[in-house]
């Protein structure tokens, strides 16, 4: 195997791990409690990450939207905590759950204090199929916010729950922005609570300036372009194309929930790096008066191609054909396309990409998502497409190991949907990216990898494919691949700077990684400020 000189495999010196009142797994159905215990009068009983008695090991409780782009990184996080000698509590479903078998099983090799609580998601109380319990199951758009709801029913579950953590009160909550509801349960309980968006610098900032400037409320026109007001570097962005934007009835109430829950929060947790945007990430803290607390990348906790390749759903294809496969390449010479796991591309679509790809003539790494698996997609791939590139192309149905794909030395560009996890891990890698966005912060990370970083080039995608959503048409040509792909990775002095400056972001982000970068240092400033905090109440 021939990792990406520079990349995720390089090794990190190890973290004192801590394990005590460790379970892998504990399923709770929704109990009743009146105990209105505040935990930080009992957290100083508590003991330390480094073994010395009289102060508050902190305790996080970590609790993800139920989406795999949203999972993924809370995973990280607690692997992260925990190394740093916290000791987390992960929240998650039975249906979850099932999928988190990889990350149990390291959480149980490896002693980590993590454990993962399994709560009860009340699918069929809200007109949701029984076991619709991530996002990527729901089968019709008008079901979105009934999975909302069903979400914010966790709460007292939650809050019992944690009221029954006598031995080891929580310190703090951790929860995805889109649990506003958490806000409720921490203030019940006497603990801050942090937001985690999985959103960059960037899209967030741009998400809080139209929220509280109320940008989109009187723009009727899907397309009609809104200039950012106070935005560090000049910004125009068409309504369809903002942060968050879904259109679908009762989903503005949600965001405003969202929205106003972020204003009582107590600080804010970014799957970033300060070195990748300084600007942008100060303007946020200055803009929230929140303490924005930059982490990341946190894909960088994986050390080895094992965890890096377990990371996820199960992947329908051996990772050492895989690695084989690369190996056999070229460095630099394979474009890989994933567009994560919620987006909706349309057959005739999915044709015009492989079309493009194959005009290339460059060898490809294609995922194609279980979503995307149309009979007609199937026929014509059966039909002499993969028999004409099998030399050069390798087609993934399903789920793929994309950070392991991404570190590889054979890839030299990545076409992405955008989403920030995937992002994030190709800049790690030192990967230049060709943009392709779908929807809601897709479209603001292009602007930041193509605008701000310039290590990308767009695909020049000019509609957007909303979630639940598929057009009959294609509305990006083979042509459009066939440039796009040209543009980035062929031999000149242009496609060598992106290769450049991509390679830069890579190095920045390790470094802000390693021991004594800016997010080590902040993941420990955090672990000790929520320590802190309880033995303050004590």
Known sequence: FSPRPGAIYTPRLPYHCVASNRCRTVVLLPPSSTDSTNFADKAKSAMSGDGQSGSARAHFVLVPMMAQGHIIPMTDMARLLAEHGAQVTFITTPVNASRLASFAAHVEETGLAVRLVELHFPAAEFGLPDGCENIDMIQSKDLLLNFFEACAALREPLKAHLREQQQSPPSCIISDTTHWWTNDVARELGIPRLTFSGFCGFSSLVSYIICRDNL??????????????????????????????????????????????????????????????????????????????????????????????????????DEADCLQ?????????????????????????????????????????????????????????????????????????????????????????????CGWNSTIESICAGVPMITWPHFSEQFSNEKLVVDVLNIGVEVGVEGVTWWGHQHKEAMVTRNDVERAVYALMDEGKAQEQFRVRAKDCAIKARRAFDEEGSSYNNIKLLIQEMGNKTNACG
Not at 251 to 267: A, F, W
Not at 350 to 367: D, N, Q, R, S
Not at 387 to 395: A, P, Q, T
């Open 325 to 417: 496969w690369l190996d056999s390449m070229k460095p630099g010479s394979v474009i890989f396309v994933s567009f994560g796991s919620l987006t909706c591309t349309a057959p005739q679509q999915l044709i015009e990409l492989g079309l493009g790809l194959e005009a290339t003539k460059k060898p490809f790494i294609w995922v194609i998502k279980a979503g995307d698996k149309f009979p007609e997609v199937e026929e014509w791939l059966s039909d002499g497409f993969e028999e004409r590139v099998k030399e050069r192309g390798m087609i993934i149905r399903g789920w793929a190991p994309q950070v392991m794909i991404l570190c590889h030395q054979a890839i030299g560009g990545f076409m992405t949907h």
């Open 216 to 317: 989109l409320k009187h723009v009727t026109d899907e397309n009609e372009l809104i200039t950012i007001p106070g935005f560090p570097t000049s910004l125009e962005l068409a309504k369809a194309k903002c942060p968050g934007r879904i259109p679908i009835p009762g989903m503005e109430q949600i965001r405003e929930k969202i929205y106003q829950e972020e204003l009582r929060c107590d600080g804010v947790v970014l799957n970033s790096f300060k070195e990748l945007e300084t600007l942008h990430i100060e303007s946020f803290e200055q803009v929230t008066r929140k303490k924005v607390w930059t982490v990341g990348p946190m894909c960088l906790c994986h050390q080895n191609s094992n965890t890096i390749a377990a990371r996820g759903n199960k992947a329908p294809i």
